[in-house]
């Protein structure tokens, strides 16, 4: 017969492992929850110990931007020569500001603005918080853009936050044609070796048809109503691959720079079902992407 | 180990805890800041049950997973595999050696890393060698780093 101690060692070590057995199917099972129930543990976690760590980023965000504006304004009254020795990054975001708010004016009340949060966590590098959510009029599948062009999409939405994707995840996919409507396809997104050299590609547009270098590529208003037709993608850089002698495809160089995106709008469901006209000025008419190089 | 020892670890857990998601989520530094939490998951591993410590490494977890929702499941899976191997590792390796705790959080957090790709899926990994292999012996020498300097500082690892 064993020592006594050692049999209740025993005991205890068995107790561990079918306890640490338990545990692990409950983490394999939170894997194949239904995404209603994933979507309420997240938003219950991100409300309660997550919440301090989310209000600073959000408190940051805004003192970053209020910052920014009252560096701006003391510039203006200082003199001018304090205005053109501002800090370059401050008139980039002055410029995007001042960009959103044209955007929102000209495509009306359906585009909501909000400041873009990066969760900065493993696996959610594609991913994306707004500090607008159901009660601004954001649904599922809203499109999210700034004024270059097209960021990403809501996945999910709470009442007063929402978590979108932009199109470096590998789920994204868009509708487009051509902004003269001479050609259409599907632009997905191709990852890279390294996340920075993730890339657009333009697929499926007909053998036949001849698309000019630097043409611009727009939603095409296909997706059964979640993206309305016009908002800029990318511009057409090269030849990409031939499908036997029936399709092409094409690399586009991104309109925008996920990563540089800090402020966007988002469409909410009262938005119309073309949006070529709020781009035209901002968009259409640019060479190159936001934020310098495209990612190759 | 003492328990002026265990309060010191614990009060570590905490800090790192903390300090990860302040890095990750507070200020947004993103991938440059060091995987603090599964440093904090396999220094408790060290402290506690098979149980607990898997308990723990479910609610770091799914705190992880509450941020990465396109993936949901998969920090979960590998941290409650985490720190079931790291509590493991009492039974097999006895004393806190310098060596050990560093081959330790090196290989703690590749397995971490090995694991969270593949219960990632297929759709959203990226290639196995450079994300496994490389990005992955990368941070597991990254955190194995941070580790002795918590070590050190909390008076770990002194043992031979």
């Known amino acids: ?296 | 180990m003492s328990a002026p020892a265990k309060v010191r670890v614990w009060g570590w857990v905490a800090i790192l805890f903390f300090l990860h998601f302040l890095l990750h989520v507070g200020l947004s530094y993103g991938r440059p800041a060091p995987d603090l939490l599964t440093l904090g998951l396999l220094l408790a591993a060290r402290e506690i049950g098979a149980g607990r410590a898997s308990a723990l490494g479910l609610f770091f977890g799914l705190l992880e997973d509450a941020l990465s929702v396109l993936a949901f499941g998969a920090n979960s899976v590998a941290m409650t595999l985490v720190a079931v191997g790291g509590a493991t590792t009492r039974d097999l390796f006895v004393g806190d050696s310098r060596v050990f705790l560093i081959a330790y959080l090196f290989v703690g957090k590749w397995v971490r890393d090995l694991v969270h790709w593949i219960a990632v899926g297929e759709g959203l990994r990226q290639p196995f060698v450079e994300q496994v292999v490389v990005q992955g012996a990368l941070h597991g020498l990254y955190v194995a780093a941070i580790g002795i300097v918590i070590a050190g500082l909390a008076g770990l690892g002194g043992e031979s």
Not at chain 1, 289 to 295: L, N, R, T
């Open chain 1, 1 to 296: 017969m064993a020592p006594l101690g050692s049999e209740s060692e025993a005991n205890g070590r068995h107790r561990n492992l079918i306890g640490a057995f338990v545990v692990l199917l409950l983490a394999l099972a939170s894997a194949h929850l239904p995404e209603a129930s994933q979507q309420r543990i997240s938003g219950v976690l991100q409300a309660s110990v997550l919440r301090p760590f989310i209000f600073t980023q959000e408190r940051l965000e805004e003192a970053s931007v209020g910052a920014a504006q009252a560096d701006s304004l003391m510039a203006i009254v200082d003199s001018l020569s304090a205005v053109l020795s501002t800090h370059s990054a401050l008139l980039n975001e002055n410029r995007t500001l001042r960009d959103l708010l044209a955007l929102a004016e000209r495509a009306g009340p359906g585009y909501v603005p909000a400041t873009v949060l990066r969760p900065g966590t493993s696996g959610s590098e594609s991913v994306f918080l707004v500090d607008i959510g159901e009660r601004d009029g954001v649904r599922q599948g809203s499109p999210v853009v700034n004024p270059r062009g097209l960021v990403g999409v809501i996945r999910e939405v709470r009442s007063r936050s929402a978590v979108g994707m932009d199109w470096t995840h590998p789920d994204f996919r868009v509708s487009a044609m051509l902004a003269d409507g001479s050609a259409y396809g599907l632009v997905e997104n191709r990852p890279g070796r390294f996340r920075e050299d993730d890339r657009l590609i333009l697929n499926g547009v007909a053998y036949n048809q001849e698309i000019e270098l630097g043409s611009m590529v727009v939603t095409s208003g296909f997706e059964g109503g979640v993206y309305p037709r016009g908002i800029p993608i990318g511009r057409i850089d090269e030849l990409r691959d031939e499908q036997g002698s029936w399709r092409r495809s094409y690399w586009l160089i991104p309109m925008v720079e996920p990563g540089a995106a800090t402020h966007v709008v988002v469409l909410t469901g009262r938005a119309g079902g073309d949006a070529l006209d709020a781009w035209a000025g901002d968009t259409i008419g640019a060479d190159t992407i936001e934020g310098g190089e495209p990612p190759r």
